[in-house]
């Protein structure tokens, strides 16, 4: 059938349309080229406005005045100065001039060397992430590499920074060994020496690859702003917890996001287990965790190193005994052990009776354990009780007590630390190099990153009960009588340390009955001539054991001493 013209009227119409249309625009396009200037400098002032906002809502309330007196004082001297106010407009004009101007839009896409990169990372996941049965197959070689990465940037050396990765929905996502090869073979071609978050969505079938800033490694000991109860074991990432605590750094301060470990009655994880390597920095932790606890309660110190980690501690207020041999250790934790059922009983008498529970039995007590497996082998070979063993009370009822204890080993001694141990302490810490089989086996769960080989001290990860694993940075707590530790972190260790409250010369502390009270101290000059000594003090130490740290111990309830 042969098609029918258009009316007359029909055609008219549509061909006037048409030339009014290109009219418009043509008009459009001279205002436009006109008006181009006049269009610039609004567009810069509107920016110089929005930047002037932004300056003022970052500027803290207390420096508002200055800066409001600041811009009213060059105002007046503008106004003042001959042709201030033109010479001001014209300034004023050139600069919204220069920030209204069109900036060249960024390239789009990578260049030839990052291209490169991301096809030589799609063709290392085609053996994972393909099926011979698949009819559309996502990932092929030879394949575009666009539709399976379609998020990506690099940082300033040419390395992927942020990477998201599709993967088709048969891929096993939710077996750990599949996700660990992908993530293994995401980090060794993205590059090495770097840690990398991976967060997997399952419903979307997507794994977004984000690499981690270095944690702050130039924090020092200092008063954290904690409530009783609360101890900070370090520093992690901001997007893992939702709190942060103000430190000091030299003149600045800025507020970090820390890893909080909670004590006392109302703790689900009263205990702390923290392993590592040689030198990972497990003895720093402990030393900052001693610093936080002298705030609020007395701590007991054993160093199976001993190599005087612990030096600054001893016969300092607050510190019961730093205890380096095996008789002094033994004797510590049986006090330890009596100390923890006397506040049971104590406690619960109180609470028979409607009281409120003593006050000696409020204040907490830490037990501060490093590298107590050297005790094991020493006792074993002596014939005696491992020491070990007498943390079984502490632990199992160390939460109503208020007593805490805290043990730090090597990483390869963890099946030599006792069952009760293993059991009882619910968070765990692993310092310096690990693989992600050791990681797993201590903190139950693996972490979010990938861990790498080289680590600076004190750095590691840390979970607390159930809760998700954190990258951990200890704060920097060394041994301030160490010659090699800088002055700036020894004088912040030693601004930290309670006062010393030796015995007067003379005085010694005789031994009393476990149901006795507070034991009175005795002068020298009415002591006997053959004053008797405790077994335990007495008997010879075996070859090999460390010197012993004759403290005494000190507490509001009943202890055990020991002669000098």
């Known amino acids: 059938m042969a098609r029918r013209p258009l009316p007359r009227i029909l055609s008219n119409g549509s061909a006037q349309l048409a030339r009014s249309r290109e009219l418009a625009r043509t008009a459009a396009d001279s205002a436009t080229d006109v008006l181009h200037p006049l269009i610039t400098i609004t567009r810069g002032l509107r920016r110089l406005a929005a930047a002037g906002r932004r300056r003022w809502a970052e500027t803290p309330k207390e420096r508002r005045g ?111 060994e599949a996700r660990a090869r992908i993530e293994h073979l995401l980090a060794a071609k993205s590059g090495r020496g770097r840690e990398y978050h991976f967060t997997w969505d399952e419903e979307g079938n997507q794994l977004t690859v984000g690499v981690l800033l270095p944690l702050p490694v130039d924090i020092a000991a200092q008063r954290f702003v904690t409530t009783p109860g609360e101890t900070v074991l370090g520093f992690t990432d901001p997007t893992r917890v939702q709190r942060t605590l103000p430190v000091t750094l030299g003149e600045k301060q800025r507020d970090v996001p820390p890893v909080v470990w909670r004590t006392g009655l109302r703790s689900t994880e009263p205990h702390l287990l923290a392993l590592g390597q040689p030198g990972s920095g497990t003895s720093t932790l402990l030393r900052s965790i001693a610093l936080q606890a002298l705030q609020y309660g007395d701590v007991v110190i054993v160093d199976g190193g001993g190599t005087g980690e612990y030096a600054c501690l001893t016969g300092r207020d607050g510190v019961l005994a730093v205890e380096a041999g095996l008789a002094g250790v033994t004797a510590s934790l049986e006090w330890a052990a009596t100390e923890t059922e006397r506040r049971l009983i104590a406690a619960n008498q109180a609470h028979q009776a409607g009281d409120p529970p003593p006050d000696d039995t409020k204040r907490p007590l830490w037990i501060l354990l490093d590298h107590p497996t050297a005790f094991t082998h020493l006792a074993t070979a002596d014939g005696r009780k491992d020491p070990q063993s007498l943390l079984q009370v502490p632990l199992r009822h160390g939460r109503p007590a208020n007593v805490t204890v805290v043990v730090a080993d090597q990483l390869d001694s963890l099946d030599a630390l006792s069952e009760p141990v293993r059991q009882h302490t619910r968070a765990r810490v692993v310092l310096g190099p690990a693989t992600a089989e050791q990681l797993e086996s201590v903190l139950g769960a693996p972490p979010h990153t990938t861990p790498i080989d080289e680590l600076p001290p004190g750095r590691g990860y840390a979970r607390l009960g159930n809760g998700p694993v954190h990258r951990l940075q200890v704060p920097a707590t060394p041994n301030p009588y160490d010659d090699a530790t800088p002055d700036v972190l020894c004088e912040a260790v030693l601004d930290l340390l309670p006062p010393r409250t030796t015995p007067a010369d003379g005085e010694t502390i005789p031994e009393q009955d476990q149901s006795a009270g507070e034991p009175e101290r005795v002068p020298a000059e009415e002591e006997p001539e053959s004053a008797p000594v405790a077994p335990e003090a007495s008997e010879p130490e075996p070859e090999g054991t460390p010197a012993l740290t004759k403290e005494p111990l000190r507490s509001p309830g009943p202890v055990l001493t020991k002669e000098k």
């Not at 001959?82 to 920030?99: E, V």
Request: charged share 15%.
């Open 66 to 176: 200055a800066l409001l007196f600041l811009v009213a004082s060059v105002v007046l001297v503008v106004a003042l100065v001959p042709y201030g106010p033109l010479l001001a407009a014209i300034t004023l004009m050139a600069a919204a001039a220069w920030q209204g101007r069109e900036r060249s839009p960024a390239s789009d896409g990578p260049d030839e060397s990052q291209a490169q990169r991301l096809k030589s990372l799609y063709e290392a996941l085609v053996p994972y992430f393909s099926a011979a049965e698949d009819p559309e197959p996502l990932y092929s070689h030879g394949g575009a590499w666009d539709k399976a990465f379609p998020t990506y940037a690099f940082d300033g050396g040419g390395r992927i920074s942020q990477l998201v990765v599709r993967y088709p929905a048969y891929f096993t996502d939710g077996e750990a």
